[in-house]
């Protein structure tokens, strides 16, 4: 089993700044694969961003690119997302999740409780 709390959310102007942090524990090696989603009221959950545990490969969703990073500290066995030039649409209870298939992030095993992110505008 892996455990996940997720933090850092809150309410923001639009172009301003979140990171938000999610701490894993439980069974956790270098080949679980770490990622964030989001779900907007009245919307189904999506892929925002994935990194591998191992070698830190990143993937992110084309309407975060260049905007977000994901990241992780393996000694902390966190992983975060700092989220830059905010905009309203990027309002959503934002997850942390994790597995160790390769499969899509939205069907991933295990899902930390999410934490609210609202942008103002």
């Known amino acids: 089993q892996v455990q996940l709390v997720e933090s850092g959310g809150g309410l923001v102007q639009a172009g301003g700044s979140l990171r938000l942090s999610c701490a894993a524990s439980?069974?956790?090696?270098?080949?679980?694969?770490m990622a964030w989603t989001r779900q907007a009221p009245g919307k189904e959950r999506e892929f925002v961003a994935s990194?591998?545990?191992?070698?830190?490969?990143?993937y992110y969703a084309s309407s975060v690119k260049g905007r977000f990073t994901i990241s992780r500290d393996n000694a902390k066995n966190t992983v975060y997302l700092q989220m830059n030039s905010l905009k309203p649409e990027d309002t959503a209870l934002y997850y942390c999740?994790?597995?160790?298939?390769?499969?899509?992030?939205?069907?991933?095993?295990?899902w930390g409780q999410g934490t609210q992110v609202t942008v103002s505008s």
């Open positions: 439980g069974r956790i090696n270098s080949n679980i694969r």
């Open positions: 990194i591998t545990w191992s070698v830190g490969v990143t």
């Open positions: 999740a994790a597995d160790y298939r390769f499969v899509p992030a939205t069907k991933y095993n295990y």
